[in-house]
Structure formats: C-alpha cells, structure tokens
C-alpha cells in the first residue's frame, strides 16, 4: 500500500511535512520528485519543523547540501537538491552522514538509492495548464508568483525497504 493525498494550499503541505517529519528517525532516506514549483521544499521545511531542526529550511540549490542541527537531541536534517548532480558517483562525493541523520534529496531519484537499503520515495504533482485557467497569455513562462501560488498538490509516498515494511507506506509485495 502507498499514501496518497491531496494538499490545497502550502499551509497544508507543510502540516503534512511536519507530521511526516515527527516520526522519523535516524537513518531516513527521503527522495523526493516533481516539477519546478511542485513544493518540494515546502514539505521539507515542514519535515524540518517536526524534527525539530534550526531553520530556516530553504532550498539547497546553490550549495547542493545543506545540513540543520537539531535543537533537541534528534537527528539533524540534511538537504540536498540533486538536481545539477547528474550521476550518484557526485552524489557519494558529498560524503552524507545518512546513518546518524534523516536524509531528504529533491530530484534524487535514480542517483540516491544505494545509500539506504529503504527509502521514502515522494512525488509530487501540481496541476498543467493553471496558468491558462487564470487567464495568462500562451506561451508566457511561469513567474514566481504562479511557482509559489496556493493550488492543490497531489503527494504520493511509497515506503521501499525494510525500515518501512508494515507501515501505512509500506509498498505491497
């Protein structure tokens, strides 16, 4: 079985981080996939608050990989935004502390795999086409303020592995 749901507004997205987020632990690996603007980053913010980590949780483009003490005695947070990576040999190159950490990489998929024998796999997917609904000329590239605007996401998550094995992300054998 997989979870999926439906989140209409950031706000929402990011409850549902900071819950996820709660009951991780270290040694998490969360992969996360979507378009540009999907949200990727709100939901780590939020996994971020339910850890507990400093802030702020912003994404990690420019350094790759970003790490976020924790202010209790939980686990540290570790960003990474894989997207200009391009092969998971740059990716063993940032020498991440999975085991003592809880992992999150957005456009990690396919390059992060083999760093944890389970994983969180999470997608993403916002709606095409909402820019014509509100009226925006053909042709005309997604701004900031469309990337950032409050439209419902549908999140997918799938349990792989052992460490999610009889849970409610648990992947069906």
């Given at each position: 079985?997989?979870?999926?749901?439906?989140?209409?507004?950031?706000?929402?997205m990011g409850e549902f981080g900071?819950?996820?987020?709660?009951?991780?632990?270290?040694?998490?690996?969360?992969?996360?996939?979507?378009?540009?603007?999907?949200?990727?980053?709100t939901l780590t913010r939020g996994?971020?608050?339910?850890?507990?980590?400093?802030?702020?949780?912003?994404?990690?483009?420019?350094?790759?990989?970003?790490?976020?003490?924790?202010?209790?005695?939980?686990?540290?947070?570790?960003?990474?935004?894989?997207?200009?990576?391009?092969?998971?040999?740059?990716?063993?190159?940032?020498?991440?502390?999975?085991?003592?950490?809880?992992?999150?990489?957005?456009?990690?998929?396919?390059?992060?795999?083999?760093?944890?024998?389970?994983?969180?796999?999470?997608?993403?997917?916002?709606?095409?086409?909402?820019?014509?609904?509100?009226?925006?000329?053909?042709?005309?590239?997604?701004?900031?303020?469309?990337?950032?605007?409050?439209?419902?996401?549908?999140?997918?998550?799938?349990?792989?592995?052992?460490?999610?094995?009889?849970?409610?992300?648990?992947?069906?054998?």
């Open positions: 079985m997989t979870l999926s749901a439906t989140f209409a507004t950031a706000e929402e900071r819950d996820l987020g709660r009951g991780l632990r270290p040694g998490d690996l969360l992969v996360l996939t979507g378009p540009l603007g999907a949200g990727k980053t996994i971020g608050a339910g850890l507990g980590v400093r802030g702020p949780v912003q994404s990690p483009t420019f350094v790759i990989a970003r790490t976020h003490p924790n202010l209790g005695d939980g686990p540290p947070l570790i960003h990474v935004d894989a997207y200009r990576l391009g092969e998971a040999a740059l990716v063993d190159d940032l020498d991440l502390d999975v085991a003592r950490s809880v992992v999150v990489v957005e456009w990690g998929a396919g390059l992060v795999e083999e760093l944890s024998d389970s994983r969180l796999e999470i997608v993403i997917e916002r709606p095409t086409g909402a820019s014509e609904a509100r009226g925006e000329a053909d042709g005309e590239e997604a701004g900031d303020d469309e990337l950032d605007a409050d439209e419902p996401r549908t999140v997918t998550v799938r349990g792989i592995g052992p460490r999610w094995a009889g849970t409610l992300y648990a992947v069906s054998a």
